[in-house]
């Protein structure tokens, strides 16, 4: 393997020089013959010195310069802690060079080294170097500083020297000087520009996890909806991201920008809305987001960018388990193209979309097939998953076919500046760790010029930010390695010896295996994405529905969700949610049963919009259940109308219908898209139908013309009883007159003639009037439901 390749061109002056210092090992043959009989004894010894070394923690916070030349003076600071319960006295912090390192293995070897072990650590430089400590108390700590010139350290060769920090001192009880504590790190030293130097290519990756939601205000510019605000947090200066732009900008680094992290920054720079429990919150950091695009911006004037596909997507999680879900890997190529744009429209440069990056560069044939199925001809892998048997660290391009290159990002480079980097110690450590590994690399095969690329953990904390440009500005005098970008690193000629065989899925490691997105996550996209694609169509302005879901959904992809199941699953859930909800303002108002009281009618059917905008392209179908009992267009039992409703009304779609026989039947409205999809749940109910025949409407014109006519008898027999009567009264009338005239006559001898006509005058127009015909009283009609459930229109 590449880390155990031997460092070619080191001289032995330096090993014998530690030789010197040891002189235990170098006393005579026969002595060295004795001690490698009895390794397991000295193994024992050592092992036994390790754990008393262990009573001092030494601390080596600061190494200036991390890479010196001749003339230099190196400056170690640091801290010893007391850890025992015991006061540590005649106390001194050493310095120990040596020896020269010959494989990038060995390095690895002195760094998970722990305690002093006798026979292996150097001796102590002059003692005119060491630093006297106080007495130290239990618990207790001093600080320290140890300045030495470059030309005391006896370093004459270029390579990379094992540097030590050691406490000597005594204990109560122990009254002799020891070693109480020691700790180790690396000097890279290159006083001059070496014939050949390493190509380095080094990411720095702009990615954070999904922010926005599904979700976005009513107002013409659709205002996002954030799930929280803590990018503002990345944001701001300190943050995590701030110090990604800051450092970066003055980096030789490619910048490899997740666009959704730009257009989120960018919808903050923007009134936006923050989710705070089951409300939301104006979000107030427009400032930060502005002044953060800014920096960005002119950091990345005049270098690469490669863009990845929007939202990061998981490509093993693809590859392993969405790409049997249809619909999963045509996202991935929207998220590709979406990606170019995004950057541009943002930060107004051309990006490369020609790469992809797996998760810790781990690849096998299926991820390969997912990686480039997009478009992207390389794939960013990593040499833990590229495994090569070579002496030395092969150039990280690799021809696998098919048009594909393998860009094999080195493991130990790119794993230097993981875990906890907040303490100066291990910031210090990391930094000298990675000069040192990066010179191996270099003097392996100083005649040869290969190109290294170095790919970090995506999302960097602001300490490890810190520590790898401070690592990067170490390398800026390019004695041993020039900067080279992404693009040109991807274009160099592949090692011939270098392994191009993609590893097969079994090599695939399990613990990234575990933290995949399952299929079950994919299936649950593709129900939201079937859902989409079936609302879209109604809409009269799909743009303002479609982007902001569309983008969702690839942030449900989102490698950021690695090992964070659970808030997986809740965000899909809630973006199919807010999905469904939109859905659902267009429905079907629920009717109750109707009465149909005829031949024929009209069913009415409410389809109610209360989304802002208008919707179209729906068909509504009505179907009877019992065609034999009612027919819709008078002769199918399924009848289509078109529907097309302005956003925040109501459409009421009437259907003729013709009744033939008695008795409910069962109908069933639903809503069409044009191309025959079901849209929303049906809506059931019964229609009575109550039908008058014309058999029965000629015995119901017959009963009312015998009443008609039995009215009209009565009302002349009526009539002519009445003349009698009258004619009779005016004869008993007459009678009783005459009588009473002849009376008078007999006494006075005259006749009153005037009189009796004046009389009968007067009972004629006194004769009361004819009475007025009778109408049959039917009552005024009821506009109430003639049953228990609606009247249909007729």
Same mark, same amino acid.
């Given at each position: 393997m590449a880390e155990a390749a031997d460092i070619q061109g080191t001289v032995p002056s330096p090993a014998r020089r530690w030789l010197r210092r040891t002189a235990s090992l170098a006393v005579a043959a026969p002595l060295l013959a004795g001690f490698l009989q009895s390794a397991p004894a000295v193994a024992s010894e050592a092992a036994?010195?390790?754990?008393?070394?262990?009573?001092?923690?030494?601390? $080596?916070? *600061? $190494?200036?310069? &991390?890479?010196?030349? +001749? !003339?230099?003076?190196?400056?170690?600071?640091?801290?010893?802690?007391?850890?025992? /319960?015991?006061?540590?006295?005649?106390?001194?912090?050493?310095?120990?060079?040596?020896?020269?390192?010959?494989?990038?293995?060995?390095?690895?070897?002195?760094?998970?080294?722990? !305690?002093?072990?006798? !026979?292996?650590?150097?001796?102590?430089?002059?003692?005119?170097?060491?630093?006297?400590?106080?007495?130290?108390? %239990?618990?207790?700590?001093?600080?320290?500083?140890?300045? #030495?010139?470059?030309?005391?350290?006896?370093?004459?060769?270029?390579?990379?020297?094992?540097?030590?920090?050691?406490?000597?001192?005594?204990?109560a009880s122990q009254s002799f000087d020891r070693v109480l504590g020691i700790e180790r790190t690396f000097l890279p030293y290159q006083p001059e520009q070496a014939e050949k130097r390493t190509e380095l290519t080094y990411l720095w990756p702009l990615i954070s996890t999904a922010h926005v939601s599904a979700e976005t205000g009513p107002d013409l510019q659709q205002t996002p909806?954030?799930?929280?605000?803590?990018?503002?947090?990345?944001?701001?200066?300190?943050?995590? @991201?701030?110090?990604?732009?800051?450092?970066? /900008?003055?980096?030789?680094? *490619?910048?490899?920008?997740?666009?959704?992290? @730009? =257009?989120?920054?960018?919808?903050?720079?923007?009134?936006?809305?923050v989710k705070s429990g089951?409300?939301? #919150?104006?979000?107030?950091?427009?400032?930060? %987001?502005?002044?953060?695009?800014?920096?960005?911006?002119k950091a990345v004037q005049g270098k690469k960018v490669v863009a990845l596909p929007f939202s990061d997507p998981d490509l093993a999680s693809l590859a392993h388990h969405g790409k049997s879900v249809p619909g999963s890997l045509s996202h991935l190529q929207q998220a590709t193209a979406l990606a170019a744009t995004t950057v541009e429209t943002v930060l107004h440069v051309k990006a490369s979309t020609d790469f992809s990056w797996p998760v810790d560069g781990a690849v096998d044939p299926s991820i390969m097939s997912v990686a480039t199925s997009a478009g992207a001809h390389n794939v960013i892998a990593r040499s833990d998953s590229f495994r090569d048997d070579l002496p030395y660290t092969p150039t990280a391009a690799r021809a696998v076919g098919g048009g594909t290159t393998a860009v094999v990002s080195d493991a130990g480079l790119s794993k230097a500046f993981q875990g906890d980097l907040i303490r100066a110690e291990n910031s210090t450590l990391a930094i000298q760790a990675f000069l040192a590994? &990066?010179?191996?690399?270099?003097?392996?095969?100083?005649?040869?010029?290969?190109?290294?690329?170095?790919?970090?953990?995506?999302?960097? *904390?602001?300490?490890?930010?810190?520590?790898?440009?401070?690592?990067?500005? !170490?390398? &800026?005098?390019?004695?041993?390695?020039?900067?080279?970008? @992404?693009?040109? =690193?991807?274009? +160099?000629?592949?090692?011939?010896?270098?392994?191009?065989?993609?590893?097969?899925?079994?090599?695939?490691?399990?613990?990234?295996?575990?933290?995949?997105?399952?299929?079950?996550?994919?299936?649950?996209? /593709?129900?939201?994405?079937?859902?989409?694609?079936?609302?879209?169509?109604?809409?009269?302005?799909?743009?303002?529905?479609?982007?902001?879901?569309?983008?969702?959904?690839?942030?449900?992809?989102?490698?950021?969700?690695?090992? +964070?199941?659970?808030? %997986?699953?809740?965000?899909?859930? +809630?973006? @199919?949610?807010?999905?469904?909800?939109?859905?659902?303002?267009?429905?079907?108002?629920?009717?109750?049963?109707?009465?149909? &009281?005829?031949?024929? %009618?009209?069913?009415?059917?409410?389809?109610?919009? /209360?989304l802002l905008q208008g919707v179209d392209h729906l068909v509504l179908r009505l179907t009877s259940g019992n065609k034999t009992r009612l027919k819709l267009n008078d002769h199918d039992a399924i009848a289509e109308l078109p529907v097309k409703i302005d956003g925040g009304h109501s459409q009421s779609v009437k259907f003729p219908a013709s009744a033939n026989a008695n008795g409910p039947v069962p109908m069933v409205a639903q809503l069409y898209t044009e191309d025959g999809t079901p849209y929303g749940a049906p809506m059931r109910f019964t229609v009575k139908v109550s039908e008058i025949t014309p058999t029965v409407m000629l015995v119901i014109a017959g009963g009312v013309l015998l009443l008609v006519l039995a009215g009209a008898r009565m009302y002349s027999s009526r009539k002519r009883a009445a003349a009698r009567t009258a004619e009779a009264e005016a004869e008993a009338g007459a009678a009783t007159q005459s009588e009473a005239e002849n009376e008078a006559r007999g006494e006075t001898g005259t006749e009153p003639q005037s009189t009796e006509t004046r009389a009968v005058g007067d009972t004629e127009d006194a004769d009361p009037g004819q009475p007025s015909d009778l109408t049959p009283d039917t009552g005024p009609e009821s506009g109430d439901p003639s049953g228990p459930g609606e009247k249909v229109d007729r």
């Open positions: 036994e010195s390790a754990n008393g070394s262990s009573t001092v923690d030494v601390s $080596v916070d *600061t $190494v200036a310069p &991390s890479a010196p030349v +001749e !003339g230099d003076t190196l400056t170690i600071t640091g801290t010893v802690t007391n850890q025992s /319960k015991q006061t540590v006295t005649h106390a001194t912090v050493d310095l120990r060079v040596g020896p020269q390192m010959t494989s990038r293995s060995e390095i690895d070897s002195v760094a998970g080294r722990r !305690g002093y072990r006798d !026979g292996y650590d150097p001796a102590p430089i002059d003692d005119a170097y060491t630093v006297k400590i106080p007495d130290l108390g %239990a618990g207790l700590s001093r600080d320290f500083t140890l300045s #030495v010139p470059v030309a005391k350290l006896e370093i004459d060769d270029p390579g990379v020297y094992q540097l030590g920090v050691s406490l000597t001192g005594q204990t909806v954030f799930e929280n605000d803590d990018l503002a947090a990345e944001l701001a200066p300190g943050g995590r @991201l701030h110090q990604m732009v800051t450092l970066g /900008k003055d980096l030789p680094v *490619t910048w490899v920008i997740d666009p959704d992290l @730009l =257009a989120s920054v960018d919808a903050m720079t923007m009134p936006y809305r089951t409300t939301e #919150v104006a979000g107030k950091n427009q400032a930060v %987001a502005e002044a953060w695009l800014d920096a960005l911006e590994q &990066s010179l191996a690399v270099t003097l392996e095969q100083p005649e040869d010029q290969r190109s290294v690329v170095v790919a970090p953990q995506r999302m960097p *904390t602001a300490a490890q930010a810190q520590t790898m440009a401070t690592a990067l500005q !170490g390398l &800026s005098p390019q004695r041993w390695t020039q900067p080279q970008d @992404l693009l040109a =690193a991807a274009a +160099e000629t592949p090692d011939p010896d270098a392994s191009d065989r993609v590893p097969g899925s079994r090599a695939y490691p399990k613990n990234l295996r575990a933290q995949e997105l399952d299929t079950e996550a994919f299936e649950q996209m /593709k129900d939201t994405r079937d859902q989409l694609d079936d609302f879209k169509v109604i809409l009269t302005a799909p743009d303002r529905v479609v982007p902001p879901f569309s983008n969702a959904i690839s942030r449900e992809m989102s490698t950021s969700w690695r090992g +964070e199941r659970a808030s %997986a699953a809740l965000y899909r859930k +809630e973006v @199919l949610d807010y999905l469904q909800s939109l859905t659902k303002e267009v429905q079907l108002i629920e009717k109750s049963d109707l009465l149909l &009281s005829g031949r024929s %009618a009209t069913i009415p059917v409410t389809v109610q919009n /209360k």
